[in-house]
């Protein structure tokens, strides 16, 4: 900051004063201000210090999920913004429940903690099960007091944990999900009106999850090993995750009847040209990166 603000300092000073400032070191700077810093410790609290403090109220997530059962769900942000984070943009709240590979997503104006969390409940609401567990990385749409309470104070908590800082593996379903579901769709183009937000929602909320839940089948890495050196993994047969979500056998008739009552009459190449009707108005609204 010195070499920046020294100029527009408004006091008199003197050229050795200024070749003094211009080579302090930080602990000089430091132990100088240690007593002016004692009198004012209480005043402007930085606003990253909840999110602190929130964060060492949620595990990090280790091996505690059973995975084969549908309910335990990874969460991510996809950033619209072109190649400027500059101003307001749309972002996509992605998530996927890890043992069916079912997916839904929520376009957000910005990633606020407000829209972020009412993103969530809608996308709760979406799937054809309860909520287990939500796993997450450490941005502030996630981590902070709104959720925790939603996830922790009701009658069945929901487990709810985040991932290691700057370890994308950690959350290796939902970063996949991330390219194949929103990168291969959207692109990388800045989407800054508002109006867009409208359109993403009512593609996530119709034709997007009837297609990539119902429609489009995916392999499961079952296991992985090493074999002279080389690495051989084993996958299971395709399935949607709707035949994985029946063969779980983890939802009621009820519920199965109106999962496959939903489908009865639709076919997947006129929703598969529906969405791309709509994708493609989208797009319109989009602006390069170039």
Known sequence: MIPLWLPFYQEALNETTKDLLQKISPSTIDRILKPSRKKYGKIGLATTKPCSLI????????????????????????????????????????????????????????????????????????????????DSDNGGEFINWHLY??????????????????????????????????????????FDDKEIVFLMNNIFENEWPLLFNYYFPSMKLIKKESV??????????????????????????????????KIKDVNPFELQKTLENKIRNVLRYGKSNI
């Not at 505690?64 to 943009?89: L, R």
């Not at 949607?240 to 199965?256: A, F, G, N, Y």
């Open 55 to 134: 964060r060492k109220q949620i595990p990090i997530k280790t091996n505690q999920w059973d995975e084969k059962i549908p309910g335990y769900i990874e969460a991510d942000t996809v950033a619209h913004c072109g190649n400027s984070i500059a101003g307001m943009f749309v972002h996509s709240l992605n998530t996927i429940d890890i043992a069916t590979g079912w997916t839904e997503a929520r376009a957000l104006w910005g990633k606020g903690q407000k829209v972020a969390f009412e993103a969530i409940k809608s996308i709760e609401e979406s799937y054809p099960f309860k909520l287990q567990g939500f």
């Open 149 to 190: 309470s939603y996830f922790i104070n009701r009658k069945k908590p929901v487990s709810y944990t985040r991932s290691r800082a700057y370890e994308k593996n950690d959350n290796a379903h939902i970063e996949g999900k991330n390219w194949t579901n929103i990168r291969q769709y959207f692109g990388y183009k800045r």
């Open 228 to 261: 002279d050196g080389h690495v051989i993994k084993k996958h299971s047969p395709p399935k949607t995750p709707l035949q994985r979500l029946l063969d779980s056998k983890q939802i009621t008739r009820k519920k199965e009847k109106e999962l496959l009552e």
